[in-house]
């Protein structure tokens, strides 16, 4: 079974840049698809961004143009680059992997706060 | 788009519940629900619609008609009280359904 973590988040002022880290282990990380869904207090889950296997990412429109995921697969670690972030940005963020259609591992998530 | 219903459940031990996710259109069982509890990671529960997870206790179930979907637990138990969200994984962005909270009656 596998099993992912995240780091980087924290507080950060409106209209800072920050980068959230997530490292895979226990299986071939390479193989997969991964996201990130983040959670605003007290809200729903919303996916932000896929990344495929070959590099390739997607993004939801509210994160477009701000946002930039990427991936190691040499290092087993998933990345978000948030840039100009705002209040509504404020979430906890989760990575996850993509497997026959559904998201079947998740890290703990990292806590993400834009406030000045 | 899915609209999940209701947002809010209150239900005892031992009770049948289920909770509806409605997509706004056809996603050929490309749907999954989750189980999320305080303060921790979601956790997947059931896959294409109703394909139930390695290890999910078997009083979880899913099933489909058209665009409607269903999540059943058959008998409610103390570890099942916690939010539930449905997922549609057939087109990007992987919308997920508002979420419904099972409290204890």
């Known amino acids: 079974e596998g099993q992912l973590v995240e780091s980087g988040g924290g507080l950060v002022q409106p209209g800072g840049s920050l980068r959230l880290s997530c490292v895979a282990s226990g299986f071939t990380f390479s193989s997969y698809w991964m996201y990130w869904v983040r959670q605003g207090p007290g809200k729903g889950l919303v996916c932000v961004s896929r990344?495929?296997?070959?590099?390739?990412?997607n993004y939801a429109d509210s994160v477009k143009g701000r946002f930039t995921t990427s991936r190691d697969n040499a290092k087993n670690t998933l990345y978000l680059q948030m840039n100009s972030l705002g209040a509504e940005d404020t979430a906890v963020y989760y990575c996850?992997?993509?497997?026959?259609?559904?998201?079947?591992?998740w890290g703990q998530g990292t806590m993400v706060t834009v406030s000045s | 788009q899915l609209t999940q219903s209701p947002s809010f459940l209150s239900a005892s031990v031992g009770d049948r519940v289920t909770i509806a996710c409605r997509a706004s259109q056809a996603i050929n069982s490309y749907l999954a629900w989750y189980q999320q509890k305080p303060g921790k990671a979601p956790e997947l529960l059931i896959s294409i619609a109703s394909t139930l997870r390695s290890g999910v206790p078997s009083r979880f179930s899913g099933s489909a008609s058209g665009t409607e979907f269903t999540l059943t637990i058959s008998s409610l138990q103390p570890e099942d009280f916690a939010t539930y969200y449905c997922?549609?994984?057939?087109?990007?962005?992987?919308?997920f359904g508002g979420g419904t909270k099972v409290e204890i009656k």
């Open positions: 996850a992997r993509g497997e026959s259609w559904s998201f079947d591992i």
């Open positions: 990344i495929k296997n070959d590099g390739s990412p």
């Open positions: 997922q549609q994984l057939y087109s990007f962005p992987l919308t």
